[in-house]
């Protein structure tokens, strides 16, 4: 019997069926059709020491400029804004000047309000940033501290453990779950290890992670098959539990466990951290696989500020690849200019012997004075945009670094990265792994 159907039951039966596609195929949500846009006349938004910067703002809607639009802006060197206007755009646009007349960062942030929602731009100018110098005085015993802290940590037995995690080995590379002993006989680090499948030696990379407390699910991706990669975590727990364990700790027991101990040294949370950061680069190389030449070291935030310590303190360390550094030139703030996440020292009330001992107490752990003592090459990047890590306090290390060194701005970067950042990153860690 042949079977004959109407274009209405066809029709019919196609709605039908789109209503039971996986939601994967669906439409995605993907950025705002109100954008805000803040651009310096600079293409590569620098200027001179009191030389003008103009900003053209630009509020659209499918992309042409938004009629009798409503903004409020605050303007000012980072961190320390000393402008706060709003207005009515006629016509969706308007321009902003400015100048500095010592070395740092000027940013401008555009808030645009249409149907009750908000919708931000910002762009922060450099002025002169080459000439940026850190605030960051050297502790009194920097050098005998760290030297004792890795002594005291390295009189333990290093106790290795490894367990293969076979559901996150791939054809080139076998990933396990590994821990090492820190600071003392039971306080142990943990991380994911990933080793060539092939025989032979290898050059080594150590990554070294950002704030917070998470999983990790280990370096697959860098150059695979033909390096190992330890990536670690620094709270002395297993790497490979279900996120709700981090996320209780990190609003329990650890909750901003960075500002632990500042005016005590010893008792400092990153004492540890940064021991059992370096024992990372111990635990490389007690690996019969690796091929005793080459440790880079890598991390983005606080994981910048630990790959300068690590570098600083270990001279097997061979290079390192430093991203939006957290954690440098906390001192700064001191003198009313951004300094470093966590911003110690930006809001404090503190006064006296108290704001002194802080003080004291957060050059030991300040990225500047480690940097100062480092002798690698290093590849650093970070973005003027960053809201978190002030431009200011990042380029300021950078100037400070002594050794061979090159600097890649993404400008418009915050505190992430971009993709074409995330490449060049990868391909820099990839040329120095071969």
Partial sequence: MQLKLSMRTIGFALVCLLLTVPCGLSAQIRGNNIVVTVTPDHKDWNYSVGEKATFTVNVRKSQTLLDNVKVSWEAGPVSYPDTKKTAVLKDGTMTQTATMRTPGFYRLKVTAEVNGKKYDGMCTAAFSPEKIKPWCKDAAHFDDFWKKALADARANGLNPTRRLLPERCTEKVNVYEVSYVNNAWNSRM?????????????????????????????????????????????????????????????????????????????????????????????????????????????????????????????????????????????????????????????????????????????????????????????????????????????????????????????????????????????????????
């Avoid at 370096?219 to 490979?240: K, Q, R």
């Avoid at 310590?309 to 360390?317: N, P, Q």
């Avoid at 100062?372 to 400070?400: E, H, I, K, M």
Wanted: glycine share 12%.
């Fill in 190 to 434: 943990y991380g994911i290890l990933s080793v060539p499948v092939k025989a032979g030696r290898y050059p080594a990379l150590l990554r070294v992670p950002g704030a917070g407390v998470r999983p990790y699910g280990g370096d697959t991706y860098t150059n695979p098959g033909e390096c190992i990669v330890l990536e670690i975590g620094v709270h002395g727990i297993p790497v490979t539990m279900e996120q709700k364990v981090y996320d209780d700790l990190l609003a329990g027991a650890l909750n901003n466990y960075w500002a632990v101990n500042l005016d005590n040294p010893d008792q400092n949370y990153y004492k540890r951290v940064v021991t059992g950061a370096v024992r990372g680069i111990d635990m490389i190389a007690s690996l019969p696989e690796w091929d005793g030449k080459t440790i880079g070291v890598t991390g983005a935030s606080q994981g910048g500020f630990l790959s300068l310590a690590v570098a600083a303190l270990d001279k097997r360390v061979t290079f390192i690849g430093v991203v939006h550094d957290a954690m440098c030139d906390f001192e700064a703030e001191l003198h009313g200019v951004a300094g470093g996440w966590p911003h110690y020292f930006l809001h404090t009330a503190d006064k006296g012997a108290v704001l002194e001992a802080k003080t004291e107490g957060a050059r030991y752990y300040d990225g500047v004075n480690f940097a100062r003592r480092c002798t690698q090459p290093a590849w650093f990047s970070f973005g003027y945009n960053d809201d978190v890590v002030p431009p200011t306090s990042s380029y300021g290390l950078y100037n400070s670094y002594p050794a061979e060194k090159h600097l890649s701005v993404y400008q418009m970067t915050g505190h992430f990265w971009y993709q074409e950042q995330w490449d060049e990153w990868q391909q820099w860690l990839t040329d120095h792994l071969k």
